[in-house]
Nanobody, 119 residues
Framework: QVQLVESGGGLVQAGGSLRLSCAAS????????MGWFRQAPGKERESVAA????????YYADSVKGRFTISRNNAKNTVYLQMNSLKPEDTAVYYC????????????WGQGTQVTVSS
């Protein structure tokens, strides 16, 4: 069982930066691939970024490549999403999830954190 808690969301102006954190409980965190997802009002949830259990492989949606960076610290049971050059279209609730990056199957989800980018 893994419990996930996101933090770091907030209101930022376009062009600004935020760093989201996802703290995980449980001793098996390092065995899970981790993903960040987002869902904007009236839209479907979309994958933003993912990272393998070791941190050796990362994946990004085309819309965030070059602006967002996913990383993890297995010693701290935490995964991060550094978001730079934010745009109003990045406004959404951001969720982290634990599971398999290879199969895009995630078993555990956090409660989400709101990110709002003003123009």
């Amino acid at each position: 069982q893994v419990q996930l808690v996101e933090s770091g969301g907030g209101l930022v102006q376009a062009g600004g930066s935020l760093r989201l954190s996802c703290a995980a409980s449980g001793r098996t965190f390092s065995t899970y691939g981790m993903g960040w997802f987002r869902q904007a009002p009236g839209k479907e949830r979309e994958s933003v970024a993912a990272i393998s259990w070791s941190g050796g492989s990362t994946y990004y949606a085309d819309s965030v490549k070059g602006r967002f960076t996913i990383s993890r610290n297995n010693a701290k049971n935490t995964v991060y999403l550094q978001m730079n050059s934010l745009k109003p279209e990045d406004t959404a609730v951001y969720y982290c999830a634990a599971g398999s990056v290879q199969t895009a199957s995630y078993d555990y989800w956090g409660q989400g954190t709101q990110v709002t980018v003003s123009s």
